[in-house]
T-cell receptor
Framework: GENVEQHPSTLSVQEGDSAVIKCTYS??????FPWYKQELGKRPQLIID?????GEKKDQRIAVTLNKTAKHFSLHITETQPEDSAVYFCAAGTSYDKVIFGPGTSLSVIP | GAGVSQSPSNKVTEKGKDVELRCDPI?????LYWYRQSLGQGLEFLIY????????KSGLPSDRFSAERTGGSVSTLTIQRTQQEDSAVYLCASSLLSWTGELFFGEGSRLTVL
């Protein structure tokens, strides 16, 4: 089955700097890669997703890149703000199977 | 409803007792998922429903865990003879389509087994 790894497990950045979280997946059939943000004590919420027919997607300060050959994808957050502090989960799945989540990255943005 | 609703929000039980956790998905969402999140940990997949059927039960940790969904809507996750290691937040999510769509999570049910 699918296995998703995520690095780093914790990340601290200064406000205004960029943050990068990297994930790898094992199932070459995976074609859907969402990212969820979970603030402390709250439910996970989708922030951006990418499908295998594109290599990059951007939404304001957030961007995701996908390298299907290497089976890895990354989340980039630019101009970080304190409200970006949260746990971020990457996930991978296919149109016929479940979405498997990575272990999460705890991001702290220091004012 | 406006969002995914889960009950109870908190449950404290004694070891060996059975518990039922309920999930009411967003109206019209055909796919429903259960995940488990232990303290400070990731999202562990438990089971997935498409309509009333469960094509994937591979994540259920043991035969003490079972789930059902009736009427293509409400789902119940049952844990029999609870153990301390079952303590976690149980998250339910629904999706309009199958897996390749946004998951809308509930607030979760926090289970504490004493």
């Amino acid at each position: 089955g699918e296995n998703v790894e995520q690095h780093p497990s914790t990340l601290s950045v200064q406000e205004g700097d960029s943050a990068v979280i990297k994930c790898t997946y094992s199932d070459s059939a995976s074609n859907y890669f969402p990212w969820y943000k979970q603030e402390l004590g709250k439910r996970p919420q989708l922030i951006i997703d990418i499908r295998s027919n594109v290599g990059e997607k951007k939404d304001q300060r957030i961007a995701v890149t996908l390298n299907k050959t290497a089976k890895h994808f990354s989340l980039h957050i630019t101009e970080t703000q304190p409200e970006d502090s949260a746990v971020y989960f990457c996930a991978a799945g296919t149109s016929y199977d479940k979405v498997i989540f990575g272990p999460g990255t705890s991001l702290s943005v220091i004012p | 409803g406006a969002g995914v609703s889960q009950s109870p929000s908190n449950k404290v039980t004694e070891k060996g007792k059975d518990v039922e956790l309920r999930c009411d998905p967003i109206s019209g969402h055909t796919a429903l998922y259960w995940y488990r999140q232990s303290l400070g940990q990731g999202l562990e997949f438990l089971i997935y429903f498409q309509g009333n059927s469960a094509p994937d039960k591979s994540g259920l940790p043991s035969d003490r865990f079972s789930a059902e969904r009736t009427g293509g809507s409400v789902s119940t996750l049952t844990i029999q003879r609870t153990q301390q290691e079952d303590s976690a937040v149980y998250l339910c999510a629904s999706s309009l389509l199958s897996w390749t769509g946004e998951l809308f999570f509930g607030e979760g049910s926090r289970l504490t087994v004493l």
